[in-house]
């Protein structure tokens, strides 16, 4: 399956003019070009053709909004990889040509947000999206300026920390050696996952919150000792500790999936990786029982509802399960068939392949109805 382009609902919902003659006619035909190319994924391509296009017929306005829509296309498809500063230029190009364009506005705003911890400008450029993308999509990009503006004024008089992949910010009466810390375990931490999984492009953030400040700012996930959102947020008290390395590589296990493959992976893919990453431990007697149960399926939940129970728990216990299945699922597909197979599954579920085709793509040897009801065979 091609990756989703979504500048072409605009462009058959305007239609694509036949040619007319003579320059106007090189246009168009370089406009259907595009939207050919485009549809194939090559989205450099495709932008090569708009342009030459929009330079014949600068007042075409259909040519105008489908090069501002297929750069913010390009513009993400770069920013997944090592060319992050890139994608700026190609989001501020779109809004310039198109300032319609929701779309882009919300792209630049994570970028501003995500990349540069630029609160200002990222709440500024998601107000520019409102009435111009669907309301559902809004509701998510309301809660984004909601997040900015709570870590704005907890950040205020944050320090800043670097190494070649993190960006740590941390509370200016803070010890920076902990910053420092920090940054050196991650740096660790990532090799390991680069090695696994390929680069990440741009610098991760990572806050290091004193108590009081994590809860401030931690609207959505009351049971957390740390997440990732775009940022990877952790509490002072817990560095240097025991269970240090394991939040830290959870967290940033969650920012290279996020990275490389999107939004579309379901949650328990997430963490079950993510645990899969965890410095190896002994289950405590209480997970070991669960673990059995899940086994002997118990407890098991099917796949396809399993992601439920992470979003919406009936109680600690339920989401202490679905932690258990998720990490028990993903261990034995990683640990059978090898992590190429597994990354195999994930970039088909990228480009938007069903959780049951992608599955029987990457791992030939399963059958998705059997393992998403636990069976599980080694």
Known sequence: MKPPVLFFIGLFMLG??????GSESTASELNNRAIAE????????????????FSIAPD?????????FALSDLAMHKAGGEKVSES????????????????????????????????????????????????????????????AQRDQAVERRFLIESTDHFQVRFPEDAQRLKAQHVGAVLEREYRYLAQELGQIGGQVTVILYRVGQFEKVNAQFDYAIGFYDGRIRIRLEDVQTPWEA??????LAHAFLHKLYG???????????AQW????????????EIADKIHRKVLWVPLKWLDAHFEQPSDAADMERAYAQARIVVSYLIEKHGIERFKEFLKRL?????????????????????VEQGILER
């Open 16 to 21: 694509v003019q036949p040619p007319a003659c």
């Open 38 to 53: 485009a549809r194939d994924g090559r989205l450099e391509q495709a932008v090569s053709f708009l342009r030459e296009a």
């Open 60 to 68: 075409d306005e259909q040519i105008r909004r489908n090069l501002s």
């Open 88 to 147: 700026f230029d190609l989001l501020q190009e779109a809004v310039g040509l198109y300032d319609r364009n929701g779309l882009a506005w919300v792209r630049l705003g994570d970028l501003y947000y995500l990349q540069r911890n630029d609160f200002a400008n990222a709440i500024r450029a998601w107000e520019k999206a409102h009435g111009l993308v669907p309301e559902p999509q809004w509701e998510v990009v309301s809660k984004r300026i909601s997040q």
């Open 246 to 251: 394991a939040i830290l590589s959870h967290e």
């Open 263 to 273: 939004s579309r992976l379901p949650v328990w893919i997430h963490e079950g990786y």
């Open 277 to 288: 990453k965890e410095p190896a431990r002994p289950l405590s007697e209480r997970e070991q």
């Open 350 to 370: 990228s480009i938007g392949e069903a959780v049951p085709d992608a599955f029987e793509a990457g791992f030939p040897a399963e059958k998705w109805s059997r």
